[in-house]
């Protein structure tokens, strides 16, 4: 039986969509990477998991086909999150009264993309959760679009194309096959090294810093 609830099964999502297997998995990375209320889908085992089926010939889209069109529905995804926090952030940060946004969080957004920008904008692609808010954080905090842009398409492309040629290599050993929704948890947790990684970083030279002071 699978570890994974079945709405969230990346072999059960795959095979429910039959056909459309291609456009639902293009909406689901968009709706991951750009919509808020995405961010419970596994965008990650989807993209692995898609990779596995065409290399297969489960799913008769060529794979750089598949590379293509999810790496633009990954780079719209966060576009469109941008523009949401650039759009609606404000009015809700703008309140004196509000106790749960507020104005110092939009400049310290706005600083931690400053110092972080292009490194958190690439690594937070790989990280569930992270990869749909990241984006509109980016908008509220006023990022520079063209800086934003150009590193959320080279995250799109690292993420989307290489994941998916990750699952069309690796499916081909038989173990990750057949136990696919193992594979998929792997995937996550791997997902979160990155992101300790850089928080070490930070911490480390937080602890230098407050050390010369």
């Given amino acids: ?113 400053e110092r972080y920008g292009a490194r958190a904008i690439i690594m937070a692609r790989f990280v569930p959760i992270v990869r749909t808010f990241i984006t509109a954080f980016a908008g509220v905090g006023r990022m520079d679009k063209r800086k934003f842009f150009t590193y959320s398409a080279i995250g799109a492309v690292l993420w989307a194309a290489g994941v998916t040629i990750l699952g069309a290599l690796l499916g081909q050993i038989a173990f990750v096959r057949e136990h696919i929704d193992l594979i998929a948890i792997l995937i996550v947790l791997i997902s979160v090294i990155p992101i300790g990684i850089e928080y070490l970083r930070s911490r480390k030279a937080k602890q230098r810093e407050a050390t010369r002071g």
């Fill in 1 to 113: 039986m699978s570890i994974l609830p079945q709405w969230l099964d990346p072999e059960v999502i795959v095979r429910w969509l039959g056909a459309a297997v291609v456009p639902g998995v293009c909406f689901i990375i968009f709706a991951e990477c750009g919509l808020l209320v995405g961010f419970f889908l596994p965008g990650d085992s989807l993209l692995f998991t898609a990779g596995l089926f065409a290399a297969h010939g489960a799913i008769a889209t060529p794979i750089w086909l598949i590379c293509v069109l999810t790496s633009i529905c990954a780079f719209l995804g966060n576009v469109s999150g941008y523009y949401i926090g650039y759009k609606s952030g404000p009015v809700l940060f703008d309140k004196p009264d509000s106790k749960l946004f507020k104005r110092e969080y939009v400049e310290k957004t706005h600083e931690f993309f």
